[in-house]
């Protein structure tokens, strides 16, 4: 199988938050998701910590039997906290506290100096740095020269087109971004809201070795379980037709 299936364990938590209690524990959904097949659990450390806590990254550091992949805001609070927890890809993200979920891409061309500081922190210590853009050429180009190890493509505007011709569009431009940091030597990855009727486009870009998927399957685990889920998320990415 070409594409690995990072699962996104922020919605346990966040069903776990509304209550304040102690389950569902997203380290539990962790092992069932491995369980079924998924090769990298993802987890999104917010500065406000309304889902995932410090708790669950320090618990997951040390069962997590495939890879952990940490999205964090490019500050020096969630630096110090990847130092010391060493997770195996961190994701940076731009973050606003008012927002319901991560709303674009880091604007990396912007940000270059800043960005490209945090990075060499990171890399410092050994972490492999992935940055989470919207599919804009100059983007890709701008986390190549900040020395990105990988990106990973927000696929939002496709997931939210009203109709064909503008998925299509959308599409394309994924693709376009897929091809672009695959050619200057950076992995790729995709995520944020794709589900179980449009993650099968996605899924046969080639170019593409990584999906993130959280919220379709942990809605689709709370009515059938979790490996359940899980496995009908990477059948349809294993046969994407």
Same mark, same amino acid.
């Given at each position: 199988?070409?594409?690995?299936?990072?699962?996104?364990?922020?919605?346990?938590?966040?069903?776990?938050?509304?209550?304040?209690?102690?389950?569902?524990?997203?380290?539990?959904?962790?092992?069932?998701?491995?369980?079924?097949?998924?090769?990298?659990?993802?987890?999104?450390?917010?500065?406000?910590?309304?889902?995932?806590?410090?708790?669950?990254?320090?618990?997951? $550091? %040390?069962?997590?039997?495939? =890879?952990?992949?940490?999205?964090? *805001? /490019?500050?020096?609070? #969630?630096?110090?906290? &990847?130092?010391?927890?060493?997770?195996?890809?961190?994701?940076?993200?731009?973050?606003?506290?008012?927002?319901?979920?991560?709303?674009?891409?880091?604007?990396?061309?912007?940000?270059?100096?800043?960005?490209?500081?945090?990075?060499?922190?990171?890399?410092?210590?050994?972490?492999?740095?992935?940055?989470?853009?919207?599919?804009?050429?100059?983007?890709?180009?701008?986390?190549?020269?900040?020395?990105?190890?990988?990106?990973?493509?927000?696929?939002?505007?496709?997931?939210?087109?009203?109709?064909?011709?503008?998925?299509? $569009? %959308?599409?394309?431009?994924? =693709?376009?971004?897929?091809?672009? *940091? /695959?050619?200057?030597? #950076?992995?790729?990855? &995709?995520g944020h809201g794709l589900?179980?009727?449009?993650?099968?486009?996605?899924?046969?870009?080639?170019?593409?070795?990584?999906?993130?998927?959280?919220?379709?399957?942990?809605?689709?685990?709370v009515l059938v379980g979790?490996?359940?889920?899980?496995?009908?998320?990477?059948?349809?990415?294993?046969?994407?037709?």
């Open positions: 199988m070409g594409q690995r299936l990072g699962v996104n364990v922020d919605h346990v938590a966040t069903l776990r938050q509304a209550r304040r209690t102690t389950y569902p524990d997203p380290v539990t959904a962790a092992a069932l998701a491995e369980l079924a097949g998924a090769q990298q659990i993802t987890i999104h450390l917010r500065e406000d910590r309304r889902h995932i806590q410090d708790r669950d990254l320090r618990i997951l $550091r %040390e069962t997590c039997q495939t =890879l952990l992949n940490l999205e964090m *805001a /490019a500050t020096a609070e #969630m630096v110090k906290i &990847a130092y010391e927890y060493k997770p195996d890809v961190v994701t940076l993200v731009p973050e606003r506290r008012e927002e319901l979920t991560t709303e674009g891409g880091l604007d990396v061309a912007g940000q270059r100096e800043s960005v490209a500081k945090i990075i060499k922190n990171l890399k410092d210590g050994e972490i492999t740095v992935s940055l989470f853009i919207d599919p804009d050429l100059d983007q890709v180009r701008a986390a190549h020269k900040v020395d990105a190890d990988r990106i990973e493509i927000h696929t939002g505007r496709y997931c939210e087109a009203r109709n064909e011709r503008e998925r299509g $569009r %959308e599409l394309s431009r994924i =693709l376009d971004a897929s091809k672009a *940091a /695959a050619k200057l030597g #950076m992995s790729v990855a &995709a589900n179980y009727d449009n993650v099968q486009p996605v899924a046969r870009i080639k170019e593409i070795d990584e999906l993130n998927i959280g919220h379709a399957i942990v809605g689709r685990a979790f490996e359940r889920a899980v496995r009908e998320m990477l059948e349809l990415m294993r046969n994407p037709g």
